[in-house]
């Protein structure tokens, strides 16, 4: 310690060329460009970066220049001079200077300059000291991002002012077509027909439906180009909430819900009246959307403190995840946007509402549970913001003022609160808002509120009816002969009712709401042509043209695809699905009813030539089946002739002749008395006796299993004419399921004899496998042919030991076995040919086994191949496909397709 106070005071004495060494290097080595200048912006020194900026060879060459001499620009340079004198002039430091410099390379650098006055003892200035890091990579970064957002901020605008043109261009058209609709629907001119009150009824719907989305549009343009101002008026915002909730409860209760007003009377508060009613419109709408029949929907009015009340909105629907919750203010973001979407929409009114909300100096906020529901709160202010409130008093004298004009006394004109519900009509916003909802049917749960869901067949039976129809309908068949039967797919009624209108004078017509109800409605009574939407909830258009067309029987039924892209891409996505026909709204009738009469037209060619190949197969197959029969009943047959040769032999070889000879010898004559015998001889004939009977019923125990075999083999004979019957008389081909393992041991004891009578070992390696499903019949003769093929192939081999190997095991999700023998093996040339119909490779064989085997193996999903055995022969594959169905029907005759062999 001692050591370093005295190090402290005495520190060590550097020479001046040691002192002028030391800031040489830490000149040299700084990593930002250092210069000094002297009082007259001269160059006096300078470190090598920037030097070699300078294109000068060695710092020192800087002695003596100024900037004019250096490779700046006269700009640059003049600018560097009049900030150093600045900075001389005040004798204070200026940091963190912006400036460009060219360098000798040429190149364009941004700097980020720092400059400080140099004193000397005395303080006076005698010149400046400057250093500069380089800056460029960031700077160019800042500038493209500058001019990023300044280009996305032109493109917003350009889109804002697009949308409002666009918009305000709509509206005028759409008010048009609405304000006659209107006056032909109050029956100005007379009573109109009904059916053609509901074509105008639909043609209104939509227009309001429309014009909704015209407004938001351009609300929503307003906003993001700040263009929309707020018009404050005093508002009783009680009596204005029940109006509008007494206005849409109607509506409410036909769709299954209640919708209930609680909370505070908050009484007069500071609103615009446009924009409140937006809100609460946009919130009722989500809630009746997002809840199911029976659904309860609450409005809640809140104080919150003298200066903010709240809004609620709550629904018992079916909530939203966490994960989403920050999605849901974005303009044009939907929680679910895809083609399977449930819901429809633009994506604009949650961020609406949050627009219009902050407009107003509120902020909205919303909890959600999955399952349980959803609240949307909105929070505002009780009075308007100062420099509103001269425009919201003016805006009431005015109002005040038209009051007195219609009649009403000045001093209940003091302020602009709307009259009680009992007196106001809706206001024209909420009166379209109402307008244009769907009908009553088109709950999203596809089912009336408070109905039980009609099917089909009870639908089929019912008149026409003016109103939109549920989720699935039938129209009534007509008289005369039977039309083409069409399903129309669509979530939305009003679509489904204009195409029924347009196809039901000509068509059967059956309808459902998405892909899984016309799943149920296809297979259970095929159509002759299916028209589909593609967005759908739960299954749309695209998933459904791919499972019809995946499908085995109904595949061929054409599907006409309904979609509002019009891109070349959704045409082609579409097309390659398999949809038959695209179909891009809006369409004209013609082309609809020209399409699908196309389409009929399709569905009788497919099906006439279908009934022509099941001719062809017909008589072809009938050559099949005796083909087959005869080769089963030849394998039965065959086996039956092995087992009475076992038989023959059997008796032939009977130990009975031996045994009576030796009783004639004890008994001294073939038949001769027995009494005169002694004890001896007696006490021997007894124990010949007793192993004559043992013998004899050896014999007989063994003819009978043999007699038995027999009778298995013919059993199989009978069972495979019953399963060729199915080609004739096209009987539905059943399927199990199956174990492997225990149908071997079944083929082994049905043909085990011969494979005794040739001497061929069996060897069994039977693993744990799953089941399978297939043809219990077939799956026995197969397993027949390829162990009589191996059975002559290892006899025929010359082999002393033949032998037979049998295994199986599992591989994934597949179930494979395998049948070795110990032959000569099946030649390279000859594996292409060998599961053609009649080819062999054995004299005397028919060419069928195999054939058999491999068609067999393909209808039940699965494959047949050849290897080489582990010891030259052959061994042959079967691979079974997991197992799915239990029960594979045979395609329907009206199809006309065959059914499988």
Not at 10 to 38: C, G
Not at 440 to 457: K, R, V, Y
Not at 584 to 594: D, G, I, N, T, W
Request: hydrophobic fraction near 40%; charge should be negative.
């Amino acid at each position: 310690m001692s050591d370093l106070k005295e190090r402290k005071r005495t520190p060590p004495i550097l020479r001046e060329s040691q002192k002028e060494q030391l800031l040489r290097y830490i000149v040299s080595t700084f990593p930002y460009s250092i210069w000094w200048k002297d009082r007259n912006c001269v160059y006096i020194g300078t470190n090598e970066l920037n030097a070699r900026g300078a294109g000068l060879s060695r710092p020192d060459d800087i002695v003596g220049l100024t900037d004019h001499d250096l490779p700046w620009t006269t700009e640059e340079a003049e600018h560097y001079i009049r900030v150093d004198k600045a900075v001389m002039a005040s004798g204070e430091p200026l940091l963190n200077i912006e400036e460009t410099q060219r360098q000798a390379d040429g190149s364009q650098r941004y700097l980020l300059t720092c400059k400080v006055p140099l004193k000397d003892e005395n303080g006076e200035v005698f010149g400046i000291l400057g250093a500069w890091t380089d800056i460029t990579d960031r700077k160019l970064t800042e500038l493209a991002l500058a001019r990023a957002k300044d280009e996305a901020e032109r493109a917003n605008r350009a889109k804002s002012e697009f949308l409002t043109t666009v918009s305000h261009e709509l509206r005028t058209p759409l008010t048009l077509i609405l304000s006659p609709l209107e006056r032909l629907l109050e029956a100005q001119h007379g009573p109109l027909p009904g059916d053609v009150r509901d074509e105008l009824e639909l043609i209104r719907r939509n227009t309001a439906r429309l014009l909704n989305v015209v407004s938001d549009l351009l609300d929503f343009s307003k906003a993001e180009a700040a263009r929309m101002d707020v018009d404050w008026e005093l508002v009783d915002i009680n009596r204005f909430t029940a109006q509008m909730l007494n206005d849409i409860r109607p509506s409410a209760a036909a769709r299954g819900r209640t919708l209930a007003l609680t909370g505070d009377a908050l009484g007069v508060v500071s609103l615009d009246r446009y924009k409140i009613e937006r809100i609460l419109l946009n919130l009722i709408s989500n809630a009746l959307k997002f809840s199911d029949p029976g659904g309860h929907i609450e409005v809640a009015l809140r104080a919150l403190d003298d200066a903010w009340f709240e809004i609620a909105v709550r629904d018992e629907g079916i909530g939203i995840s966490a994960d989403d919750l920050g999605k849901l203010f974005s303009k044009f973001t939907q929680v679910d946007g895809s083609v399977k979407r449930r819901y429809e929409g633009t994506g604009l009114g949650l961020s609406l509402v949050k627009q219009f909300a902050e407009l107003m100096h509120g902020a909205v906020a919303i909890e959600s549970e999955l399952g349980k529901g959803t609240t949307v709160r909105v929070r505002l202010p009780r009075a308007a913001p100062e420099a509103a409130a001269g425009h919201a008093a003016r805006a009431a004298a005015g109002r005040a003022a038209g009051a007195v004009e219609d009649g009403a006394a000045a001093g209940d004109a003091e302020l602009p609160i709307d009259p009680g519900p009992s007196s106001t009509p809706s206001t024209a916003q909420t009166r379209r808002w109402l307008s244009a909802l769907p009908p009553a049917e088109a709950s999203p749960d596809g089912s009336a509120p408070g109905q039980p869901e009609l099917g089909a067949s009870s639908r089929a039976a019912e008149p026409p009816s003016s109103r939109p129809p549920g989720p699935t309908s039938v129209a009534p068949p007509a008289a005369g002969p039977e039309r083409p039967l069409l399903l129309l797919v669509d979530d939305n009624p009003d679509m489904r009712r204009f195409m029924r209108s347009l196809l039901s004078p000509s068509y059967r017509l059956m309808e459902a709401a998405d892909g899984l109800e016309a799943q149920r409605l296809i297979e259970r009574s095929p159509p002759h042509v299916v028209v589909s939407d593609v967005m759908m909830p739960r299954m749309s258009g695209v998933e459904l043209t791919a499972w019809l067309k995946a499908h085995p029987v109904l595949r061929h039924i054409p599907i006409v695809l309904v979609t509002a892209r019009a891109d070349d891409e959704a045409v082609a996505s579409g097309l390659d699905g398999g949809a038959d026909e695209y179909l891009v709204k809006p369409f004209s009738p013609r082309e609809l009813l020209a399409r699908v009469r196309s389409m009929v037209r399709l569905y009788e060619s497919y099906r006439q030539l279908g009934a022509e190949q099941a001719e062809i197969a017909r008589h072809s197959g009938m050559a099949q089946v005796a083909m087959d029969v005869l080769h089963s009943a030849g394998n039965a047959l065959n086996s039956a002739g092995v087992a009475v040769e076992l038989v023959r032999d059997r008796l032939a070889r009977s130990r009975l002749p031996r045994l009576k000879r030796a009783l004639a010898e004890l008994l001294g004559g073939e038949a001769g008395p027995v009494g005169a015998a002694d004890a001896s001889r007696g006490e021997g004939l007894r124990r010949y006796v007793e192993l004559a009977l043992v013998a004899v019923e050896q014999e007989q125990e063994e003819t009978a299993a043999d007699l038995e075999r027999m009778r298995e083999q013919l059993d199989v004979l009978r069972d495979a004419l019953r399963a060729q019957e199915r080609y004739a008389y096209r009987n539905a081909y059943r399927t199990e399921r199956l174990s492997v393992n225990e149908v071997i041991g079944e083929s082994l004891r049905v043909h085990g004899a011969a494979l005794v009578s040739a001497r061929v070992a069996v060897r069994l390696d039977l693993r744990p496998v799953d089941d399978i499903v297939a043809n219990r019949h077939d799956l026995l003769t197969i397993l027949y042919n390829l162990l009589d093929n191996a059975r002559a192939a290892a006899t025929g081999g010359g082999s002393s030991d033949p032998w037979i190997a049998i295994a199986t095991w599992q591989d994934g999700a597949a179930v494979c076995c395998a049948v070795e023998d110990s032959g000569p093996g099946i030649p390279e040339a000859a594996r292409a040919q060998v599961f053609q119909y009649g080819f062999t490779t054995r004299e005397g064989a028919s060419g069928i086994g195999l054939h058999f085997c491999a068609t067999r193996m393909r209808l039940f999903g699965g494959s047949i191949r050849v290897e080489d055995g582990r010891e030259g022969g052959a061994r042959i594959v079967l691979t079974f496909a997991p197992a799915t169905p239990v029960f594979a029907p045979a395609p329907p005759v009206a199809t006309g397709q065959a059914a499988p062999r």
